[in-house]
């Protein structure tokens, strides 16, 4: 129980926002790119430009950011070592757009954290992104070939993960390697459930609940108790 307490508190612990952060404030629009959405006042970042790097924390509070659908792919790119928190947010994609976030290339590492009902639903993911899920919020791609790239997945009990254009068989072979449960290596039908999404398209991926040491306990005693009382 204790181990389970500890994971539990260091995964709210990496993914609780930062003070000292660049701020969504949405002013203008839903346009990540558009410097007036930011509060930059606790930052010594400027603006927000696609492909390049954002040298400190972001966080989206309650907010909802599109990525505009602009020539060619585009990502929010997170500076090595800094994370991006969604808090009771949703960031995603213009309509037909086919961009996503990550950090820089043969980065050092970055993160994104999902938190409060928080939805991640871009193309991908890439360049030494670690995702964090919380037990509340979701994350879904719509690339096919490689949405999770150089990157990995952690999911707590609740959290949800989907991929609209790969199927069972595609993410198990693509992608099942990086995705973790509590920290712990992802394994079908023992901690996640695989199952066919999107019109057989895609797949969706969910946390099989595993009892507490203490309520197993507790129902073990409960038989016990019965099977005690029906003897007599």
Not at 23 to 45: K, Q
Not at 102 to 124: D, K, M, R, Y
Not at 145 to 158: A, C, E, F, R
Not at 199 to 206: A, F, M
Request: glycine residues 14%; aromatic residues 6%; negative net charge.
């Amino acid at each position: 129980m204790k181990t389970v307490s500890r994971i539990f508190i260091g995964f709210i612990g990496s993914c609780l926002p930062s003070l000292g952060a660049v701020v969504w404030s949405g002013t203008t629009s839903t346009d990540p790119f558009e410097s007036s959405n930011w509060d930059f006042s606790g930052s010594s970042v400027t603006s927000i430009v696609s492909n390049v790097s954002i040298e400190d924390d972001i966080n989206i509070v309650g907010g909802t950011v599109e990525i505009p659908n602009l020539a060619g792919q585009v990502r929010v790119q997170i500076g090595n070592g800094y994370k991006l928190t969604l808090d009771n947010a949703t960031l995603g994609l213009v309509a037909g757009g086919n961009d996503g976030v990550g950090g820089e290339p043969a980065g050092t590492g970055v993160e994104i954290n999902l938190l409060n009902g928080s939805e991640l639903n871009t193309f991908f993911i890439v360049n030494g992104v670690t995702l964090n899920i919380d037990s509340t919020s979701s994350a879904t791609f719509g690339g096919g070939g490689n949405p999770i790239n150089i990157s990995t997945v952690n999911l707590v009990d609740g959290a949800t993960l989907q991929f609209l254009l790969e199927d069972p068989t595609e993410f198990t072979n693509e992608h099942l390697s990086k995705v973790f449960v509590n920290g712990a290596p992802a394994v079908d039908g023992s901690n996640i459930q695989i199952e066919s999404f999107n019109g057989g398209q895609g797949s969706k991926i969910s946390v099989i609940s595993i009892p507490e040491p203490s309520s197993v306990l507790l129902s073990l005693l409960g038989v016990a108790f019965l099977s005690t009382n029906r003897k007599r």
